[in-house]
């Protein structure tokens, strides 16, 4: 809604429709059946055994190796951005909502600083790289931000940087999804963010947030190698999301924020203030996969009705001035 300049009406109808038809097809073809595929190999035989030279170089002492590896200019990470290019359009995050003053933050994060990166219509920044010049577009903003580090490889960008004192810099960046680096996406509304030293500070009153975690996470035993990295994901990105809760609770306490709601589909039902007769269940939604298949309009009606009757319930128990 924030990028799409229409009714909210037609908004919803356009989304409703893509997760309808789904992204997973169209994905794979264009990585598979396209000029993709022999870019993203040529990228990977090239790039690949540079970086695995220079690595080589660098833990010999050879001085000065340490990071001069070729950029990995395609990977499969393009051929996602491609399709989001054809579905949302070459708008970029330059076009600020000027009739309603709506302000636009895409998380993701910076591998190569191991630090946060946001694409904002406010500005596109690292805090220690400075402001963007190139104003990218919103495709890109969303495949660097979705490309979580074990199904995507992270996106490899050179771009032109605008330091605090006016300097230009042009600075590689390696982005992979946001969550790694904040998996709730609020820390950039937190009071005590100055602009002397960060970008992209938004002083507000209230958070109301979606958190994507599932909660408690099921009995699994991973055996093999990917299985047991991603529930290492799985168990980092729980207790990333469980730090930012408690120190949003901190803040509220301290009187920074007025108050906070963080609903997500897999809360358990019997910690809610109170269940609501015709409540989604927690086990209808919380194993639902994000894998950007095709979703069915049952789920779809069962997820929606999920979450908002969370955030209502939520916001009437712990913000009910609102």
Not at 29 to 55: C, E, F, N
Not at 272 to 291: G, H, K, Q
């Amino acid at each position: 809604m924030a990028t799409a300049f229409c009714r909210f009406e037609d908004f919803d109808d356009r989304v409703v429709e893509l997760l309808r038809r789904g992204l997973q097809g169209r994905i794979a073809k264009r990585a598979l059946l396209s000029r993709r595929l022999p870019q993203s190999m040529g990228t990977t035989a090239v790039a690949g055994i540079a970086t695995t030279t220079t690595a080589a170089a660098s833990r010999l002492g050879v001085p000065g190796t340490h990071d001069l590896a070729l950029r990995r200019w395609v990977s499969r990470t393009d051929a996602f951005a491609d399709v989001l290019l054809s579905e949302l359009g070459d708008g970029d995050l330059g076009q600020p909502r000027v009739d309603d003053g709506l302000d636009i933050v895409i998380n993701a994060c910076d591998l190569r600083t191991g630090s946060a990166f946001r694409f904002g219509s406010k500005e596109s920044s690292s805090s220690r790289l400075g402001t963007l010049v190139e104003q990218p577009s919103v495709a890109t903003a969303v495949a660097a931000s979705a490309a979580y580090p074990l199904l995507l490889p992270a996106l490899d960008r050179s771009w032109t940087f605008r330091r605090r004192d006016g300097e230009l810099q042009r600075q590689r960046v390696v982005l992979t999804d946001g969550g790694v680096y904040d998996n709730s996406a609020t820390s950039c509304l937190q009071p005590g963010r100055v602009p002397e030293y960060t970008y992209n500070v938004f002083p507000v009153d209230y958070i109301i947030a979606c958190d994507a975690g599932r909660g408690q996470l099921a009995d699994k035993t991973p055996f093999h190698a990917v299985p047991r990295l991603n529930r290492s994901f799985e168990a980092s990105f729980r207790k990333l999301q469980d730090a930012s809760r408690g120190s949003l609770h901190r803040t509220v306490a301290e009187g920074g924020l007025k108050g906070f709601v963080m609903p997500y589909l897999g809360q358990l039902d019997h910690r809610l203030p109170w269940e609501p007769p015709d409540l989604v269940p927690r086990a209808a939604v919380a194993d639902y996969p994000t894998n950007f298949a095709a979703m069915s309009e049952a789920s779809l009606i069962t997820i929606a009705r999920r979450g908002e009757m969370l955030t209502r319930l939520l916001i009437e128990r712990w913000c009910p001035e609102l």
